[in-house]
T-cell receptor, first 114, second 111 residues
Framework: DTAVSQTPKYLVTQMGNDKSIKCEQNLGHDTMYWYKQDSKKFLKIMFSYNNKELIINETVPNRFSPKSPDKAHLNLHINSLELGDSAVYFC?????????????FGQGTRLTVV | RKEVEQDPGPFNVPEGATVAFNCTYSNSASQSFFWYRQDCRKEPKLLMSVYSSGNEDGRFTAQLNRASQYISLLIRDSKLSDSATYLCVVNSHNQGGKLIFGQGTELSVKP
């Protein structure tokens, strides 16, 4: 029944490693997002995909690479992890990027880089 | 200036109190407005959309003033279960439709 699911829920890894976070939505939405919530609890958009096409790419280091194999999935790959990457990463989806529509969030992936 | 700014928190109120949150946004082209709620260590969830004429959902009332670029949320008869962080959210369609979040205001309702 989970609408937006992301894995893993917790991720602890060493600096310099490469890791991926997966996200899937079963709502039939055509737009998916990645948000980062830092230690100050501020939620900031990183990427947005509409029908597998990148439409928003905020100022994010190019170590972060999103991949959307189909409109139900948006994965986030992070290369050469740094201490400052530690945060909670939320995946979200909505029906259309330009409509007044609710976004549904996954439960978050708490990334800790040590 | 942040795109969406909210009252600094935390708000500590007794049960039964009425509490109001304020929010301002900088992009006059913004078209959609929301209040989301985020519980500790959980994902944000939509509390209510905010419409130009103002809208109410039970104990919650949201208001929008486009001229002042101001949004508010009023919670009446606070319950312990209202304790959470309340996020003001704006959707600017001229920015690809992304949701822009305020930093959130923490509410703690005490017995």
């Amino acid at each position: 029944d989970t609408a937006v699911s992301q894995t893993p829920k917790y991720l602890v890894t060493q600096m310099g490693n490469d890791k991926s976070i997966k996200c899937e939505q079963n709502l039939g939405h055509d737009t998916m997002y990645w948000y980062k919530q830092d230690s100050k609890k501020f939620l900031k958009i990183m990427f947005s995909y509409n029908n597998k096409e990148l439409i928003i790419n905020e100022t994010v280091p190019n170590r972060f690479s999103p991949k959307s194999p189909d409109k139900a999935h948006l994965n986030l790959h992070i290369n050469s992890l740094e201490l400052g990457d530690s945060a909670v990463y939320f995946c979200a989806s909505s029906q259309e990027a330009v409509m007044n529509t609710e976004a549904f969030f996954g439960q978050g992936t708490r990334l800790t880089v040590v | 200036r942040k795109e969406v700014e909210q009252d600094p928190g935390p708000f500590n109120v007794p049960e039964g109190a009425t509490v109001a949150f304020n929010c301002t946004y900088s992009n006059s082209a913004s078209q959609s407005f929301f209040w989301y709620r985020q519980d500790c260590r959980k994902e944000p969830k939509l509390l209510m959309s905010v419409y130009s004429s103002g809208n109410e959902d039970g104990r919650f009332t949201a208001q929008l003033n486009r001229a002042s670029q101001y949004i508010s949320l009023l919670i009446r008869d606070s319950k312990l279960s209202d304790s959470a962080t309340y996020l003001c959210v704006v959707n600017s369609h001229n920015q690809g439709g992304k949701l822009i979040f305020g930093q959130g205001t923490e509410l703690s309702v005490k017995p």
